[in-house]
């Protein structure tokens, strides 16, 4: 089966300005997770969607960062505006239900400068 | 919010030594799961463990669950060079709520032929 596909692979912006990055899951995955992952540290749960809607957003920076899934199944995650802190990889994963292991995608680096 | 931590953060050792990473959870699990992730490469799903005591071997690799379901360790026999990158555990809390995996900082294994 085709893994979860992200895009760009890699990112550099100024701080302050925006950025996005997509997301296509696994055929037929309900559940679609956002990462980051700073160097050095483990991924940090940003946002997880069950089909197109939002079941914990807890820790994703909402004056700040903003993500969709629309029709359950790509994934778009924004950042408006950009600091220099959230320079990291942004990865995507999804699995077939909440309990199931995650799929991870290659993930985008985003440098900000 | 729910803690995960991992040692020791970097392990050195010679090639066919054995390795072993432990990792305790702040709160009780549901259950843990483990991911290795290469050098540049993202995380890959290796197990999931969700019985109190459980313990499952994959060819050199052994995981263990513990009684109180808040800690875990992977050991790896006679490490070969293919074994090198950094392994996560990842917990889900089983106290209701959100779903999300928790992500130690994980352990980087280096390996010296």
């Known amino acids: 089966e085709a893994g979860v596909a992200q895009s760009p692979r890699y990112k550099i912006i100024e701080k302050r300005q925006s950025v996005a990055f997509w997301c296509n899951p696994i055929s037929g995955h309900a559940t679609l997770y956002w990462y980051q992952q700073i160097l050095g540290q483990g991924p940090k749960l940003l946002i997880q969607f069950q089909n197109n809607g939002v079941v914990d957003d807890s820790q994703l920076p909402k004056d700040r960062f903003s993500a969709e899934r629309l029709k359950g199944v790509d994934s778009t995650l924004k950042i408006q505006p950009a600091k220099l802190e959230d320079s990291a990889v942004y990865l995507c994963?999804?699995?077939?239900?909440?309990?199931?292991?995650?799929?991870f995608g290659s993930g985008t680096r985003l440098t900000v400068v | 919010g729910q803690q995960v931590m991992q040692i020791p953060q970097y392990q050195h050792v010679q090639e066919g030594e054995d390795f072993t990473t432990y990792c305790n959870s702040s709160t009780t699990l549901s259950n843990i799961q483990w991911y290795k992730q290469r050098p540049g490469g993202h995380p890959v799903f290796l197990i999931q463990l969700v019985k109190s005591g459980e313990v499952k071997k994959q060819k050199r690799l052994t995981f263990q669950f513990g009684e109180a379901k808040k800690n875990s360790s992977l050991h790896i026999t006679a490490t070969q060079t293919t074994d090198v990158g950094t392994y996560f555990c990842?917990?889900?809390?089983?106290?209701?709520?959100?779903?999300?995996?928790?992500f130690g900082k994980g352990t980087h294994l280096i390996i010296q032929p």
């Open positions: 990842a917990g889900r809390n089983s106290g209701g709520g959100a779903d999300g995996l928790t």
């Open positions: 994963a999804s699995s077939p239900f909440p309990i199931n292991g995650y799929t």
